[in-house]
């Protein structure tokens, strides 16, 4: 990956469970987005923390950021199987484009 | 709402041969991204057009090209197609102003 590493590469868990993925980077970055995509299918946008902010919340996603030690972390509470999906950490460094984390493989199982 | 159109959805080539793919960005949209991702792999950005000029180029190899039309709407262009090429190609579309990029459901192309 052009980017770094996303931690953990597969995770699986018991619905109802919290599922914490991790993801580093190696630029400076004007934002960290996450981004979620089951098999095969297209990248759905989940959410965007910008460079200044430390934690964000989506619903059941809490998102955090620490820019000294370039790393995110999204945490997915109380799982649902429908969760089950492939996870990426994007950055974008004020050019734009998009540099993608290697992905966390998510399985809820019911 | 409208989100961002790609076609063909499938598409199955031989090697050397040429494919193109489109994209349709959700409306009043005027930057446009490609991203091929290939099996298992994490997408790599390819290049990108904002108000029908380049704005960036990624990892492109010199067999593709791209362009974006007076209707925002892009094109990839593909030649002398390789096996390596097998891949989902997204295309995403943002406000310039704006961060959040919008994928589509990607093309599948295979080549054989």
């Known amino acids: 990956s052009q980017q770094g590493e996303e931690d953990p590469q597969a995770l699986s868990i018991q619905e109802g469970e919290n599922a914490t993925m991790n993801c580093s980077y190696k630029t400076s970055i004007n934002n960290l987005q996450w981004y979620r995509q089951n098999s095969g299918r297209g990248l759905v946008h989940l959410i965007l923390?910008?460079?200044?902010?430390r934690e964000k919340h989506s619903g059941r996603l809490r998102v955090t950021l620490d820019t000294s030690k370039k790393s995110s972390s999204l945490l997915i509470t109380a799982s649902r199987a429908a969760d089950t999906a492939s996870y990426f950490c994007a950055t974008d460094n004020q050019g734009g484009k998009l540099i993608f984390g290697q992905g966390t493989e998510l399985s809820v199982k019911p | 709402a409208a989100g961002v159109i790609q076609s063909p959805r499938h598409l199955i080539k031989e090697k050397r041969e040429t494919a193109t793919l489109k994209c349709y960005p959700i409306p009043r949209h005027d930057t446009v991204y490609w991203y091929q991702q290939g099996p298992g792999q994490d997408p790599q950005f390819l290049i990108s057009?904002?108000?029908?000029?380049?704005?960036d180029k990624g990892s492109i190899p010199d067999r593709f090209s791209a362009q974006q039309f007076s209707d925002y709407h892009s094109e990839l262009n593909m030649s002398s197609l390789e096996l390596g090429d097998s891949a989902l190609y997204f295309c995403a579309s943002s406000l310039e102003a704006q961060e959040t990029q919008y994928f589509g459901p990607g093309t599948r192309l295979l080549v054989l």
């Open positions: 923390i910008r460079s200044n902010e």
């Open positions: 057009f904002y108000e029908k000029m380049q704005s």
